[in-house]
């Protein structure tokens, strides 16, 4: 049966966060259960973490989760054998671990990375002496499989910007032979991460990926479905400038070039830090990083077209201004004439019409 103690991680805190985890992925509850008794009896995958063009914005971003404490499960779910920012080896030794886990994990171990590797100026980054993309390279030979972390490994990011000095690719870029899973987000959600590492765990295959290689259960809708100032978008509140009334109201933030509608991701769903926010929820418009054409590519107060509108082109004002001047009675009757006039000339019309299709009903 099962009786979990995981890193002083609680059998019911475990369980909780594996049912949650599956309910994401739109999994049944047994589902969840299924991924706990894995994360307890299944070997440990054994995960190498590579940095290379990056802020390292998004292993703070898995660090700062803390319900349950995610840091006790990455170290007891997988076995982590490199990781430059957590490990305490640096230099020679960092260097002899990272060549250690290449040969005793020949063919099992999952490769992160974290950031983008440049091609043309080779120089530019280099680990124990060696460039970024011969190191990407040797590393993935032996991978089972590659996640790419953050929005910089799986896209580009903020180095692939334009003047592109380093020519910065992503990891699908160089790696072909390989499974990958991008893991956007400028920093990604750590519970996408989490829940992703989970269900290879468990099913030992990859979950159900889109177009961009991205898990479909954390980037199958856009944020623009779930979020929190929706109703004002449909009735037509939006905020126009940062600190004007309607943003201290909370109304939509779409004016001020909110992505959201043309953002696939669960932000406005999953949430970050554990306490409930996102940038939407703080005032400050989706920059659609979780999406390659958007992210560093599209002015952040610039409006983005929308594909998928449901509510109508132009609304009725939601409450009467109190400055509205009163209906003139004169033009609603000179309109109204106008009116009558273009109805009887369509009645008069009308009427013709039998006549002329006397002999041919279908006319
Ligand atoms: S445009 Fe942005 S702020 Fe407005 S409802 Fe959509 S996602 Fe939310």
Request: hydrophobic share 35%; net charge neutral.
């Amino acid at each position: 049966m099962f009786s979990l103690q995981l890193g002083g991680v609680s059998r019911r805190s475990f369980l909780k966060f594996s049912v949650s985890a599956a309910s994401l992925m739109g999994l049944p509850y047994a589902s969840g259960v299924k991924m706990a008794e894995a994360a307890e009896h299944k070997k440990r995958p054994p995960v190498i973490w590579l940095h290379f063009q990056e802020c390292t914005g998004c292993s703070e971003s898995i660090l700062r989760s803390t319900h349950p404490d995610v840091v006790s499960l990455l170290f007891e779910m997988i076995s982590l054998e490199y990781h430059e920012t957590l490990m305490p080896a640096s230099g020679i030794q960092a260097e002899e671990t990272l060549h250690h886990a290449f040969e005793k994990y020949k063919g099992e171990y999952l490769l992160v990375i974290e950031g983008s590797i440049p091609s043309d100026n080779e120089g530019f980054c280099k680990i124990g002496c060696k460039e970024a993309y011969k190191l990407l390279k040797e590393a993935s030979k032996y991978a089972s499989a590659v996640i790419a972390i953050g929005s910089c490994s799986s896209f580009g990011g903020i180095p692939a910007v334009m003047p592109e000095l380093t020519n910065a690719k992503s990891v699908e870029n160089i790696i072909k032979d390989k499974p990958i899973v991008n893991i956007p987000g400028c920093p990604p959600n750590p519970y996408n991460f989490l829940s992703t590492i989970l269900y290879l765990l468990s099913f030992e295959k990859l979950p159900k990926l889109d177009d961009k290689k991205r898990p479909l259960f954390a980037y199958g809708r856009v944020i623009h479905e779930h979020c929190e100032r929706r109703p004002h978008f449909d009735s037509g509140r939006f905020a126009e400038e940062y600190g004007d009334k309607g943003h201290r109201l909370g109304y939509c933030l779409y004016k001020l070039g909110c992505k959201g509608p043309a953002t696939f991701a669960n932000c406005s769903v999953q949430r970050f830090n554990d306490v409930g926010v996102w940038p939407v929820s703080i005032g400050h418009p989706c920059i659609g990083c979780t999406e390659k054409d958007i992210l560093f590519k599209r002015d952040i107060a610039d409006h983005i077209r929308i594909h998928n509108q449901t509510p109508p082109n132009f609304y009725p004002s939601v409450a009467p201004k109190k400055k509205d001047k009163p209906v003139d009675l004169r033009a609603v009757a000179a309109v109204s004439g106008l009116a009558g006039v273009a109805l009887g000339a369509g009645a008069v019309m009308i009427k013709k019409l039998p006549d002329e299709g006397d002999d041919n009903d279908e006319k």
